[in-house]
């Protein structure tokens, strides 16, 4: 079979040299050629030899009688004046048919109708590259794209060789076939606009559909593909800006955007000249230039902060969306919240001023015109900030002194902005090695505000909640065994608090996996079921039982909590569920 094939191929060759006879001369005649009969392009034959060098070194390479660029080369070679014959010799010799042995295994797993596809390599993009010279789509290739296992081998591929055309082309018909939602993160579909628009239409589509858990499990791999490149960052950012001008859904499409902007940011992308480019900035030429120079360096400066200040305090402000960009308020959380942050106290003013202005200020817009600027909360947020960052970034203050002023931070703290603020600086303080091991009180009085800001605002649960994981897992081998338990009860307290404020299923969706990974003590386990059995009580939701109820039913943790009596809260929980949720089980 590859003699034949190779025959074939040897036989083409000749019958284009054939056809092309009139244009590089008789053949025959260059079989005696001395190298000097060529002129027409080569200064001298030195030039026409280090040609003919560069294509033998291709025409030696395996199976370069496959390659599309064959006939080129060869075109080249004889017009330096090479040997036909050679040519022919060493195509032959290095013609060791990969692309037909891939091709005929492929014919055999079809007729032994296997179910186990082999992931093919290089070289079945090889093959598959020269049968695309064809104008139309193979029909093959067609009833290929219809089954899912030969989708996810094109996806597979198209990862590991992103510059195929072929996998480009055979990406965009898979698009065509209406399959775009599968391929969201093959970065092959981000070089076609046609195909990226597509995914892109579908991705935010079931963004917006699925709610908030939806949102964080799907929005990594969504801001992963946006931010492929500057283009599709570009592309994706103008579309969702121009979506988050609509009333319905506006606000939501405009939350994605910020959330791609922030996976940027952390990943050490500067796409702050588009972010300001898409916004209201370019009517603003001076508040643009002091805002692309603070978020390019990621750092606030008091010349920069009085140029906004003094726009932000005139009678004819900018729009405050100009100054709601994350990143930047951000930075006024570091400024303004962060142990041991410098601020120059002659401009601490303009800091807290911008900052209560992003934050509290309400406009109302008609026809691109804004007709009214309600800033009745500007002076009570001003100050809830300055007094709290008077609080926790004042050295002298220990944990004795803010108990007395616990009062006044939880007033503060009904702020939504202070409340951000308090939560980045509990988060800082208490990731200080050394903080629990100088705590003497049973809950230190930084978690104790984690409580009040989980009471107050429900947008902070999620990072509230992350928080506490974060401090539960950490080692804190400056503790003993006894204390490293304590501590960690007292986390489990805040978690318990956070599920009696309505955050529920994250919560215990995070014990479940504790357990399941066995990389928590036991006791602990218990503890928190213990607690949790407090404060619920029925009706409970499908969702809630179904992973609550095997961590009570697991023997470790139910078989040591029971109570012997007339009241087990284990049993009552568990006959409860199964009375009611029989189908479950």
């Known amino acids: ?261 922030k996976y940027a940011h952390e990943r050490g992308h500067d796409a702050s000249q588009i972010t300001l480019a898409l916004g209201t900035a370019a009517a603003y030429p001076r508040a643009c230039q002091a805002l692309g120079a603070m978020l390019s360096k990621g750092a606030l400066n008091p010349a920069d902060i009085t140029v906004l200040f003094k726009m932000f305090s005139s009678m004819d402000p900018p729009p405050v969306e100009l100054i709601r960009v994350p990143a930047f308020l951000d930075l006024f959380m570091q400024s303004l919240f962060k142990p041991g942050a410098k601020i120059n106290q002659d401009h601490k003013h303009k800091y807290i001023h911008i900052l209560a202005y992003a934050a509290s200020v309400v406009e109302t817009w008609k026809k691109n015109k804004r007709v009214n600027i309600n800033k009745d909360e500007l002076k009570s947020t001003s100050k809830a900030i300055e007094t709290v960052h008077n609080l926790c970034c004042n050295e002298n203050k220990g944990a004795t002194e803010l108990v007395a002023e616990l009062s006044t931070l939880y007033q503060c703290i009904r702020f939504p902005v202070v409340a951000m603020g308090v939560l980045k600086w509990v988060d800082w303080t208490v990731s200080e090695p050394r903080y629990f091991q100088l705590q003497t009180d049973h809950t230190p009085v930084h978690l104790a505000l984690l409580d009040e800001i989980s009471t107050c605002h429900q947008l902070l649960h999620p990072q509230v909640l992350q928080l506490l994981i974060k401090l539960f897992e950490t080692e804190h081998s400056q503790l003993d065994v006894m204390e490293q338990l304590e501590l960690k009860k007292t986390l489990l307290d805040r978690m318990v608090h956070l599920l009696s404020r309505g955050y529920v299923l994250p ?75 029989i189908m479950m089980n």
């Open 1 to 261: 079979v590859f003699c034949k094939q190779s025959r074939f191929w040897i036989k083409e060759i000749r019958l284009s040299l054939a056809m092309n006879e009139e244009y590089y001369g008789n053949i025959g005649e260059w079989e005696g050629h001395d190298g000097n009969m060529v002129e027409d392009g080569y200064a001298d034959a030195e030039a026409d030899g280090k040609v003919q060098e560069e294509c033998l070194q291709k025409f030696s390479s395996r199976d370069y009688i496959m390659e599309p660029t064959v006939f080129n080369t060869l075109k080249t070679y004889f017009q330096a004046g090479g040997s036909p014959e050679h040519v022919i010799q060493l195509l032959s010799e290095n013609y060791s048919a990969v692309a037909q042995t891939v091709n005929l295994l492929a014919e055999w797993l079809i007729q032994m109708e296997e179910k186990v596809f082999c992931y093919l390599q290089l070289d079945f993009i090889r093959l598959m590259s020269l049968m695309f010279i064809s104008v139309q789509t193979p029909a093959w290739l067609e009833q290929m794209i219809a089954h899912t296992t030969w989708r996810d081998l094109f996806y597979k591929l198209a990862e590991a060789h992103p510059d195929c055309l072929m996998l480009n082309f055979t990406v965009k018909l898979i698009s065509d076939a209406g399959y775009q939602g599968e391929i969201t993160s093959v970065s092959t579909a981000c070089q076609q606009l046609e195909v990226f628009s597509r995914v892109l239409r579908t991705s935010l589509a079931t963004l917006l559909d699925g709610g908030e858990q939806n949102l964080e499990k799907n929005l990594p791999e969504f801001a992963k593909m946006v931010c492929h490149g500057e283009h599709t960052y570009l592309f994706a950012q103008a579309m969702m800006s121009i979506l988050a001008q609509e009333e319905q859904g506006g606000s939501a499409m405009r939350r994605i955007g910020q959330e791609v902007q």
């Open 507 to 581: 919560v215990v969706s995070y014990i479940r996996k504790c357990l399941e990974k066995l990389n928590t003590d036991i006791s602990l386990i218990r503890y928190f079921v213990t607690e949790v059995l407090d404060v619920i009580t029925p009706p409970y939701t499908s969702d809630f039982v179904q992973l609550f109820l095997p961590i009570l039913e697991n023997d470790s943790i139910a078989g040591t909590i029971r109570t012997e009596g007339e009241h087990d809260p284990v049993a009552e929980f568990i006959a409860h569920c199964k009375s009611n949720f």
